[in-house]
């Protein structure tokens, strides 16, 4: 199924994965339509493949087990270390992030020249745009904080609470409170978005969004589908595992062709 720069894989053979890292070279979104809930540790085993080649012999991050919670809607994973690789040793390559059903996801470069035609301003909104969430303890020690270009608002803005196990060791509540900034490249500084400039911007993607759905993948996404990225960028710094406890949630798996470093650390992931 081709439309448009995405191709739709109705049914996953996993022993021919290298024909999906074929497509990456050829479509911008390569969209599985795959139920996760059908098979998780399967889909995670054999995507994995596709990084092995790339993984440090000094630091083994190993694919663990996922587990699929039917009752509660909910996708989580039992361990730390199997998603999100530490940039430092140059073996970022895949990530999943949780999106719910109240997200607004921004992550495609077609629909960012989309709001660029039909609405300028917006634009230059956007592409200022940073958010930023902090990470804390249970004793509510704040641990650090992590700034990263927008790739998704909440539309309530609420806050969404996580808990996140590191090294089997220690579990710490994931406070995740999203705060938008302008980021100001002349003089290197984060200006704090006020409610009106918020609800502005996410009233206008809103709209933009329902005029953009007719043509693009938006509309095409189902849930639990795994949806490829051929370019995609995070600043994410450290391993961040998700365990969505108030709504539901798809769990969607991004890859990206090409590793490369810009300011503040903003990086891509590595197919092949």
Do not use: A
Not at 48 to 77: A, M, Q, W
Not at 204 to 227: A, H, P, R, T, W
Not at 238 to 254: A, D, G, S
């Amino acid at each position: 199924m081709n439309e448009d720069n995405h191709f739709i894989v109705d049914k996953f053979d996993f022993d021919k994965i290298v024909i999906i890292k074929e497509k990456l070279k050829q479509y911008d979104i390569v969209i599985l339509r795959n139920s996760l809930s059908n098979d998780i540790q399967k889909i995670g085993e054999n995507i994995g493949k596709l990084v092995e080649n790339y993984r440090d012999d000094k630091e083994k991050y190993l694919l663990k087990k996922i587990t699929y919670n039917n009752s509660s809607n909910t996708i989580f994973h039992t361990d730390g270390q199997h998603f999100l690789y530490p940039v430092e040793y140059g073996i970022m390559k895949y990530t999943c992030l949780p999106i719910n059903t109240g997200t607004i996801f921004i992550n495609n470069s077609n629909f960012l020249n989309y709001i660029k035609k039909t609405n300028f301003i917006l634009y230059q909104k956007l592409s200022k745009l940073w958010s930023c969430h902090n990470i804390y303890t249970k004793s509510n020690t704040k641990i650090h904080s992590i700034y990263h270009p927008i790739i998704f608002l909440y539309k309530n803005k609420e806050c969404i609470n996580y808990e996140f196990q590191i090294n089997n060791t220690e579990i710490i509540n994931f406070n995740k409170t999203y705060q938008f900034y302008y980021y100001n490249s002349d003089c290197n500084q984060f200006t704090l978005l006020n409610e009106s400039e918020l609800d502005y911007i996410i009233q206008e993607i809103e709209k933009l969004l329902e005029k953009y759905n007719s043509n693009n993948s938006f509309n095409k996404i189902k849930e639990g589908d795994i949806v490829i990225y051929n370019n995609l960028t995070l600043m994410h710094k450290e391993p961040q595992y998700f365990l969505n406890t108030r709504r539901e949630i798809e769990r969607i798996l991004i890859y990206s062709s090409n590793l490369k470093k810009s300011l503040y650390g903003k990086y891509s992931f590595i197919v092949s």
